[in-house]
């Protein structure tokens, strides 16, 4: 069985964050994997460990030559190879989608890789948007948020909450799936593990699109909450206030 798995690299939510002239001050931000990826790997690589043999777990991640380490620890969690992407500058989520399914058709050639697993969101932007650009990409069936999972050789049955209650799903491969946090718990990496990473191929792939961006950012600034006091001289101001003024406490 072949699976895919997508990554990408996020600021650690501890790293001191600060803005600088409307963009991000990155000199004192950590990178860390997604925290969501974390999930997708660890389905992935349960998914190798069941059908045993022959499966292989094939990494791709859009980011610059930082995310290596990072790589390295998927590698060191289960990953049998990686593909670094090159990323456009200021990639919108079509533009990191496109070069994902491009990447992944090179690899695969016309075949296919039997499941894709994604994140459901990443940390920082949050749009949730690449898996599903993805799957349409690649012509792929997909389901997204996924809380629970259970696959044979023929078909994988998938749960997802959905407003109100949990949906279940019967899909057939091959399909791209966006897991949620709660589905497993991602194993924590050991020496040997993180040795036999090193062994591990890290390849570079240039993808060159011609497509521009479809979504742009202007500035980025901190959100600043302001908390507004009034002191009112009785009741029947405040419902004057309320009901007149339209003014929000």
């Not at 799957?135 to 259970?150: D, F, N, P, T, Y």
């Not at 990473?197 to 302001?226: G, H, M, N, W, Y």
Request: hydrophobic share 45%.
């Amino acid at each position: 069985m072949r699976i895919a798995v997508c990554l990408c690299q996020v600021p650690d939510t501890s790293s001191v964050i600060s803005f600088v002239g409307g963009a991000i001050d990155l000199s004192r931000v950590n990178e860390v994997m997604n925290p969501f990826d974390e999930y997708a790997l660890e389905e992935a690589v349960r998914f190798k460990e069941r059908f045993e043999g022959s499966s292989q777990v094939t990494l791709f991640c859009v980011a610059p030559s930082s995310a290596r380490e990072m790589l390295r620890k998927a590698l060191a969690m289960g990953g049998d190879r990686a593909f670094l992407l090159s990323p456009t500058e200021h990639s919108d989520p079509f533009q990191t989608a496109l070069i994902l399914s491009r990447a992944i058709t090179d690899v695969y050639g016309d075949a296919l890789p039997d499941l894709v697993f994604c994140g459901k969101h990443s940390t920082d932007f949050q749009s949730a948007q690449v898996p599903l650009m993805l799957a349409e990409l690649l012509g792929m069936e997909s389901v997204g948020a996924i809380i629970k999972l259970e696959a044979s050789l023929a078909t994988i049955q998938v749960e997802r909450e959905i407003e109100g209650g949990i949906e279940s799903l019967e899909v057939h491969y091959p399909a791209l799936f966006s897991v949620e946090k709660g589905l497993n718990v991602p194993r924590k990496t050991t020496i040997k593990a993180v040795m036999e990473a090193r062994k591990k191929p890290i390849d570079f792939l240039s993808i060159t699109i011609s497509t521009s961006q479809f979504v742009s950012i202007t500035s980025i600034k901190p959100l600043v909450k302001e908390k507004k006091c009034r002191f009112l001289p009785d009741t029947q101001e405040l419902v004057r206030q309320l009901a007149h003024e339209h003014v929000l406490f």
